[in-house]
Each structure stands twice: as structure tokens, then as C-alpha cells.
């Protein structure tokens, strides 16, 4: 497979100097400004820096896996549950074939998500979002529409129950929000984005999600994967003021098998082996677990690459 750059016309690509004569490597994202880009801005450096590969980061609006399929970027940014859905042709990829080349690299840490509302609303919980705008539609990046439907499942509604107001993608959506367009702001815990947001509108404050077994049985049956977890308050966490259960799930760097095995060796070697160099680059990553890195993604097997490294290392799968 002959990997194709995307220009600036299909993408905002921010390209990061690395050694001379290094391996080139892109890193597909989602848009500028959004918690996965900023990730993978982090991973970007790190292997610059630290693996002697030279990197761009590709923030598009479109699945980054698109791209990883293509043959036009070596790695892309996802999520386990909407791998699985690409790579097997199912959930929100249902009718299109199976993308048979795509493989898992490394797992993360994971995403922390949640649904805010301003700080003085009258909101208080997820089920009190019945009638009231939410975004919806998200044809440019549908799983942030499933996960969407994934809170409203955990309080007992559905898209039926709320105003949907059409947007295109995520960060499109951030903006309905701060402009009043809508009642709710989508978006993981810790970007720049929820940042931007709670200045614009005076403050957020994040509805916690229900945590009793039917309530979580209720969103993981939209977002299989999905866990609770527990969020402390925390300066880089807008909008949570005490202990607040969230949605979260695993963030993974994926590829396709056509990318060279020494490339994907040294990358997943050196965001192992790196994971303060992550986080100084991006705060989050301080909850990225480094012995979790082979954690497996259902229907979706390791890179040969990858592989050699866990081998290599002694690193054992762990769910």
C-alpha cells in the first residue's frame, strides 16, 4: 500500500519537525481543539522527540480511521467501541464492509465524557434533559451521537425525548452550545474545548450519570465497552466541584497492516516506555497506565509490530 499525505485542502495538518531522514508518520485526529487531537498532538511529539520518527498530526472532522483504511495516514485516533464498529462493519458502520487491514496498536488511557450544563442551570440530572435541546444528527462523526444516546439511555430517554438540534460534528456542536443554540455541551472532561466553554457561558457544571446495574446495562448496551468511573474534583476538570460518576472508555492508536512492523514496533515502544514525556505534553495522559497498553479491543487483533514489542517486553493483554 503507497501512503498518501491529505494536504491542507482535506486536512488541518500541523506538522511537527522531527529528526532528518526519519521515518515519516502521520496521526489522524479529530478536529483541532478537541480532546483526541490534543492527544494525539502529545503522541505526535513523544515520538518525536523520544522514538526518532517524524510525525504530522491530521485533525479532520471524518473518522479518523477512514484515512488508516485508505492508506493515506499510518495511525489514527479512536475509541474501542467505535474500532470494533469500523473494522467488523457493525453499530454505526452497519451495511459497509468489513475494513479487514485495520489493526490495534496500542490502548491508552481512558475517556472521561460527560454532558454539561451551564452553572446556573436549572438542570440537575441527565433525566432532566427530557424536552430540553440537545445536539444531534453528527454525520460527520457519528459516535459522538451514540454516546450521546448512551447517557440519555442511562437516565431512561431517548433522542425522542429531546429537541434534537442537527450539528455535524463535535466541536460544531461546542459551538451551539456557547452561542444558546442548545441546553447541553457533549464533550470528554479536560479539553480545551470545556474550557473555552465554561469561560464563554460562566461556568459548567457536569451531570453525573447513574450508576445502578440497570441504568449501566441500559448504556452499554448502546456503548459496549463503556464503565463508570468515579471524578475527582480537579483544576484541568471544569464543572465538577465533588466526586462525580462519569461515563468513560478506552482510547486507542490504531493502524492497518500494510504500515512497515519496524514502525509500529518503535511507536508502541516508545509510548510505553514514555508516559510522563505524554503527560507533560498533555495532562490527562497522567491516567494513562502503560501496563495496560496491549488491553485487547474485541474483534480487533494486534499489529504484528505491536506484538513483537508486548513480546518483547513481557507485556500480557489484560482486560
Wanted: net charge positive.
Amino acid at each position: 500500500m503507497k501512503f498518501v499525505r491529505l494536504g491542507a485542502s482535506a486536512a488541518l495538518a500541523v506538522a511537527l519537525a522531527g529528526p532528518v531522514g526519519a521515518q515519516t508518520v502521520s496521526v489522524v485526529t479529530t478536529p483541532a481543539g478537541s480532546y483526541t487531537n490534543a492527544a494525539g498532538s502529545a503522541i505526535a511529539k513523544v515520538l518525536i522527540d523520544k522514538g526518532g520518527l517524524r510525525a504530522i498530526v491530521q485533525a479532520q472532522a471524518a473518522m479518523a480511521l477512514i484515512a488508516v483504511a485508505g492508506g493515506v495516514a499510518e495511525f489514527g485516533m479512536s475509541n474501542n467501541f467505535d474500532t470494533t464498529f469500523y473494522a467488523t462493519g457493525t453499530g454505526d458502520y452497519e451495511g459497509q464492509p468489513p475494513k479487514k487491514n485495520i489493526r490495534n496498536a496500542a490502548t491508552l488511557m481512558p475517556y472521561r465524557v460527560a454532558m454539561h450544563v451551564r452553572a446556573d442551570s436549572d438542570i440537575k440530572t441527565i433525566a432532566d434533559l427530557k424536552g430540553k435541546r440537545v445536539s444531534s444528527g453528527f454525520n460527520a462523526q457519528k459516535t459522538i451521537g451514540r454516546i450521546i444516546e448512551a447517557h440519555l439511555a442511562n437516565a431512561g430517554l431517548t433522542y425522542k425525548d429531546v429537541v434534537g438540534v442537527p450539528t455535524p460534528n463535535v466541536s460544531r456542536s461546542a459551538e451551539d452550545f456557547q452561542n444558546g443554540k442548545v441546553d447541553v455541551l457533549f464533550f470528554a472532561l479536560g479539553s480545551a474545548v470545556t474550557k473555552q466553554a465554561a469561560v464563554a457561558v460562566g461556568g459548567l457544571r457536569v451531570l453525573p450519570i447513574d450508576d445502578t446495574p440497570a441504568a449501566i446495562k441500559r448504556m452499554q448496551a448502546i456503548l459496549p465497552g463503556s464503565y463508570m468511573l468515579v471524578v475527582n474534583p480537579a483544576p484541568a476538570y471544569d464543572g465538577v466541584t465533588a466526586p462525580t460518576k462519569v461515563v468513560a472508555f478506552d482510547m486507542v492508536l490504531s493502524t492497518a497492516i500494510e504500515v512497515p512492523e519496524n514502525v509500529v514496533y518503535k511507536a508502541v515502544k516508545t509510548l510505553y516506555e514514555n508516559k510522563d514525556a505524554l503527560a507533560a505534553a498533555f495532562a490527562p495522559f497522567r491516567d494513562y497506565d502503560p501496563s495496560g497498553i496491549a488491553k485487547p479491543v474485541v474483534d480487533v487483533t494486534y499489529h504484528p509490530g505491536a506484538t513483537k514489542f508486548f513480546q518483547e517486553a513481557g507485556i500480557k493483554p489484560k482486560s
